[in-house]
Each structure stands twice: as structure tokens, then as C-alpha cells.
């Protein structure tokens, strides 16, 4: 990986005038804003149709796409809905709420597959699109099953996601930004994966994925996804991992996988209580890297570290993750300090989808941490944020990716999603247009100078 930077924003964060960020005009201009602030990469959340909790990391499916982000106006151009067939959106512009957006956006495409189904000239490119995706069929008996509808309108669904998806990532590569991706390691209980393909899961009573008792989750953390067997996927050569990293290399040019450490060992929880689980580790990455050809990932390997995970990781040569917010307990030998990185072969991010913003995890940190962050950046912290994005730009790390939210200089307001809660305000969180300006472009422009990246 050369040295360059990115920006960490995942599309129901951007403007729009119909509740939620989607693949119309805004993410467009998304791409150009990037461009002119000459970042190289635009790292998203996943893509798949939410479940419980509104968490893009519990979906009904690992290979089908989120309807919510289907673009209306672009269906007008499909000449699917006309202008005057969408219905002002009676929301906040700042927040997204997600039942009434759910809403909203399925009565529209109702709308538009009704007209669909009069006479469309993409007929031919639909069908194309249903005989070419065998994962499709599945999906759609599994959603019209639990919605009690016409399994035809999933694909319907489907096929717009898609069809509204390719170009713009065609368009940001043109642009010279590749986009990062993301691999959620398990899927939700209530998903077509469990239900069509069951061998592959554990299906003893009680056992869920999480995490062990700690000082901060004293009972631990029941996440409530099923295990895999993965003697069961090493029997079928892991076709349907292959298959799954596949299909998301067509939507996205690195891929960043969650979690990691499971694939070395992981958790087994059970009231509380639990035991470790040995995962496939090399073998797994050994024939997909096989089936693939490469392996262009991202190992999201923060939490506990090992030497065997650290030579695990390096046998593939996946970048690793370095977070800022952690690097200040006061240890020398924090691995998160910059010069404590192992390598230059590492991605350095001030916090993720799950860290409080900058600003508003100094505000919340304790006198210690903001003295020791106020030493190390030799500022009197009143621009934090900025203070440590220059850390990171500064630092060896190959890649630098930063939340938006930073960038803004936003506080706990902006936060995308606090862990192990379920809460409206997860993944809520909404920029204005006023927040994307040339301005601001100009500052992430000099920032990625500043750290000669690109």
C-alpha cells in the first residue's frame, strides 16, 4: 500500500432531501469533495438491508444490498417514478430515523415496481441480473417469507441497489478514490444464511457469538449472532466465504474484516459464561486467497493481541489497525502510539464507527488521558481533533483514514454507534450540506501534504 489517506463516511451519513444518505447526486458530489481534498479512499460501513437494531452489522444477508439506500431520484430517471410520484419526506435533516424512513422508501419502490411491471426497457436487464446472481433467489423466498410479500419485489429491490451502485463506484475510481468496504465476521440470527445454508452454523442451544467477562463487561457481551461450524466449511473447501468475498470485491476494492481475532479463536457465549473456539485461521485465508488470486483486506485486529495473531495476520501481509484514542494509558509501550507501530504496514485512524468522536471522547476521558494527550500533541487541547489528525498524518502508518465526524471537529452529538447498546441515535447520525465545503477540502488537502501522502 503506498502512502495515502482517506476519510471514514458511510453513505446514510451524507445530505439528502428523502431522510437518509443514498447513491443519488450527494455521493456524487461525495466523490468530487474527496477528489479536490486529494484523498485516495472513501471507507464505508456494509452494505446489506439492516435488521434488528438498525445495525449495518446485522443483516438479513451477506451478499444482498440495502434498499434504504436506493436513490429515488434516480428512478425517475429510470423513468420508474415520476417527479410528482415522490412525497415530500417529513423528518429531521440531522438524524435518521430509520422506522419511518423503512416507511417511506418501501412505499415509493412499491410505486415504482408497480410501473415496473406495466412496461420498463430494463426488462431485459433485470432478468439478465436475476439469472446471473445465484445468492438472488434465496433472498428473495427468504424476504417475501418474513414480509408476506411477492418474492419478485426483493430481486425488484435488488436490482436497483445494484444497478445504482456499480456506477458510482465506477465513478469514484475514475476519480482516482478506491473504496473500502467491510466484512461484518458473523451474520444476524435472522438471516437467509442461517436459514438456506444451516449445516453451517452451530445450532447448539444457547451458545451465540461475543465476548468473555472483562473490567468493562463484567457478564461479558452476548452479541446474539450464530457461530459457524467451521468443520463443516473447510468440508465444502469454504465456498460460501469465497463466494461472499467475492461478490463484495465486485462492489468495493478493499475489503476490512471485522473481528479479525475470531478467525484465530473466538468466544463461544452462553449466559454470562463461554469458552474459546479454535477458528480456521490459515487455512481459511489459504484457499480463498487460492480462489482469488489476492487478498486486497484490511484486518481489524484491535482488542487482544498475541504474538500468534500478529504472525497470523503477517503471513498474509494484511495491513493492520492503529487507533489514537487508545494509545494514551499512560503505558510507553502502548502499541497505539505512533512510534510504537510494528510496522509502516498498518492503516492509522483517530477512532471507528465504534469510538466516541475525537472531540468527544476527550471531553469525556479522564484528567490523566487529557494531560497525557495534551503532552504528546503539545497543544492545550481546545482543537483536539485536529491536533490529533496531524499525529496521524504524521505518522508511519502507509494509510491514514479518518471519520468525517473529526474532520467537522464534531462532538459526542455525532457519534455513529455506541457498542452494546441498542439505541436510536446508533447509526442515526446525518451531515448537512453546509458541511461539505471547499474549505474544508482546501484543510484535508494541506493535511495530506502535511503527512506526504499523495
Known amino acids: 500500500m503506498k502512502r495515502a489517506s482517506g ?139 418474513r414480509d408476506s410479500g411477492d418474492s419478485c419485489f426483493p430481486r425488484f429491490e435488488q436490482f436497483l441497489f445494484f444497478r445504482q451502485f456499480q456506477p458510482l463506484k465506477a465513478y469514484a475510481n475514475k476519480k482516482g478514490i478506491q473504496i473500502v468496504g467491510d466484512m461484518p465476521m458473523y451474520v444476524a440470527s435472522d438471516s437467509v444464511d442461517k436459514e438456506e445454508w444451516p449445516d453451517l452454523f452451530d445450532q447448539e442451544r444457547g451458545f451465540s457469538a461475543g465476548t468473555p467477562p472483562s473490567d468493562i463487561f463484567p457478564q461479558g457481551q452476548s452479541w446474539g449472532n450464530p457461530l459457524y461450524r467451521w468443520d463443516k466449511h473447510r468440508e465444502t473447501g469454504y465456498r460460501w466465504w469465497i463466494d461472499r468475498a467475492r461478490w463484495l470485491l465486485t462492489l468495493v476494492d478493499i475489503v476490512r474484516l471485522d473481528y479479525f481475532g475470531g478467525y484465530m479463536r473466538y468466544w463461544a457465549n452462553n449466559g454470562g459464561k463461554g469458552h474459546w473456539r479454535n477458528g480456521p485461521a490459515y487455512d481459511l485465508f489459504e484457499k480463498t486467497r487460492q480462489a482469488l488470486g489476492g487478498l486486497p483486506f484490511i484486518a481489524e485486529d484491535l482488542g487482544e493481541w498475541t504474538p500468534e495473531l500478529r504472525d497470523f495476520r503477517n503471513r498474509f501481509n494484511f495491513p493492520g489497525m492503529k487507533i489514537l484514542q487508545n494509545a494514551f494509558d499512560g503505558s510507553r509501550e502502548n502499541q497505539y502510539l505512533p512510534e510504537n507501530f510494528d510496522s509502516t504496514n498498518c492503516v492509522v485512524y483517530t477512532g471507528t464507527h465504534d469510538n466516541d468522536t475525537t472531540k468527544g471522547w476527550y471531553q469525556h476521558a479522564s484528567f490523566n488521558v487529557q494531560q497525557r494527550v495534551r503532552d504528546y500533541v503539545k497543544a492545550d487541547g481546545r482543537d483536539v481533533s485536529w491536533d490529533l489528525l496531524k499525529v496521524a498524518t504524521r505518522s508511519k502508518a502507509d494509510l491514514m483514514i479518518i471519520p468525517y465526524q473529526d474532520v467537522l471537529c464534531l462532538g459526542s452529538e455525532a457519534r455513529s454507534n455506541t457498542p452494546g447498546t441498542v439505541s436510536a441515535n446508533n447509526w442515526a447520525w446525518r451531515m448537512q450540506p453546509q458541511m461539505v465545503t471547499a474549505k474544508i477540502a482546501d484543510s484535508l488537502g494541506w493535511l495530506t501534504r502535511e503527512g506526504h501522502r499523495g
Open 7 to 145: 476519510v471514514l463516511l458511510h453513505i446514510t451519513n451524507l445530505p439528502s432531501e428523502q431522510g437518509i444518505g443514498d447513491l443519488g447526486q450527494w455521493a456524487y458530489a461525495w466523490v468530487d469533495f474527496l477528489a479536490a481534498a486529494k484523498q485516495q479512499y472513501w471507507q464505508i460501513l456494509p452494505l446489506g438491508p439492516t435488521g434488528y437494531g438498525d445495525s449495518p452489522y446485522s443483516s438479513f444477508s451477506a451478499f444482498a444490498g440495502n434498499p434504504l439506500l436506493i436513490s429515488l431520484d434516480r428512478l425517475v430517471a429510470d423513468e420508474l417514478l415520476k417527479p410528482s410520484d415522490i412525497e415530500k419526506y417529513d423528518g429531521p435533516p440531522h438524524k435518521v430515523l430509520f422506522e419511518r424512513i423503512k416507511e417511506y422508501k418501501h412505499a415509493h419502490l412499491q410505486k415504482a415496481y408497480k410501473n415496473f411491471l406495466r412496461g420498463s426497457p430494463l426488462r431485459g436487464e433485470f432478468e439478465n441480473f436475476c439469472s446471473s446472481n445465484a445468492w438472488l433467489e434465496h433472498y428473495a423466498l427468504f424476504m417475501a417469507k
